[in-house]
């Protein structure tokens, strides 16, 4: 029988070690997209298949595909996906008068000239706004955002700090239904360019429970039938399907899917996944993700990941 060098057998322990741990938090304008223990920065790919979870995933719909909701270009001469902006310290902060204040952090928001809204300016629809602030490494999300510079409104607001694990206040949503961040759960195309997406992204649902899962703070529905989900609830692409002939940018979404999983973060159209706007898009490419019906997934106990 062969035997490995000592400096052989030592660069196989290394090996060994390095796949084991875990991979580093993203990062965007040299800030971490939340610490590596944040549970949508945890892999799933372990965990147990949650009980009920064949129905839940009925619920959602078996035979409808993945719908990629970022793209290159415009749809009707509006950008497709939620974008963001990178701020600092010298980026005015602005009163923001808030519809659900109750449940918002009513600080001051780094809320550029020229801020960049889902949608446009002139858009309907959810209108966040995401301000990532580079030298505080804190996040602020707006949802529908309305106005001008100081008269600015929203429904509502959230702020992060980029480098804590805590979460929002039990019942709190955030720029979400679900009280979840938006930015550190969307697909970037620099994240699919280095070729992992190291984190769960968000996708949407047409009927939620009234019911919420960690970290998620808030439900955003009156409905208790307990086959459909919860917000937060944690979607994962089985790991029997081949994902081996998607193209690049799809295959590496995908092998995100079933590493770290969709989660649900607000009501909208079925299988909807979010990302960010880039010009650097293949949507023929990213249109691949179709195949991938709700019968590829199930839905994960994420219990363990509690903190």
Not at 164 to 190: C, E, F, H, M, N
Request: aromatic content about 6%.
């Amino acid at each position: 029988m062969r035997t490995l060098s000592l400096t052989a057998a030592v660069a196989t322990l290394g090996t060994a070690a390095a796949l084991a741990a875990p991979a580093p938090a993203a990062t965007l304008a040299g800030c971490p997209l939340l610490p590596r223990a944040f549970p949508t920065n945890q892999r799933v790919d372990h965990l147990p298949v949650l009980a009920g979870s064949d129905a839940i995933v009925r619920s959602i719909g078996l035979d409808e595909g993945l719908h990629p909701d970022f793209a290159s270009g415009t749809y009707q001469g509006r950008p497709i996906g939620i974008p963001y902006d990178v701020v600092g310290k010298r980026t005015k902060r602005e009163r923001v008068r808030f519809g659900y204040a109750d449940e918002s952090d009513r600080v001051r928001y780094p809320i550029l000239r020229g801020v960049h809204i889902e949608g446009g300016r002139d858009a309907d629809g959810d209108r966040h706004a995401l301000l990532l602030d580079r030298d505080a490494c804190r996040l602020y999300e707006l949802f529908d955002l309305q106005g001008r510079p100081g008269a600015w409104s929203a429904g509502s607001g959230a702020t992060w700090s980029l480098r804590s694990t805590k979460v929002r206040p039990a019942g709190w949503s955030s720029a979400d239904a679900a009280g979840l961040p938006i930015l550190p759960l969307l697909a970037r195309y620099q994240e699919v360019k280095r070729g992992r997406i190291d984190h769960a992204l968000r996708v949407t649902v047409s009927r939620s429970r009234r019911a919420y899962v960690y970290p998620a703070r808030h439900y955003a529905s009156s409905e208790t039938d307990p086959s459909l989900p919860r917000m937060g609830e944690r979607l994962r692409l089985k790991a029997g399907v081949d994902i081996s002939g998607l193209p690049r940018q799809a295959r590496v979404i995908a092998e995100a899917l079933k590493r770290y999983g969709l989660i649900v973060a607000d009501n909208g159209s079925d299988w909807y996944v979010s990302g960010a706007p880039s010009s650097s898009w293949d949507n023929d490419r990213l249109r691949a993700l179709r195949t991938l019906t709700g019968r590829d997934f199930e839905v994960v106990d994420t219990r363990p990941l509690r903190r």
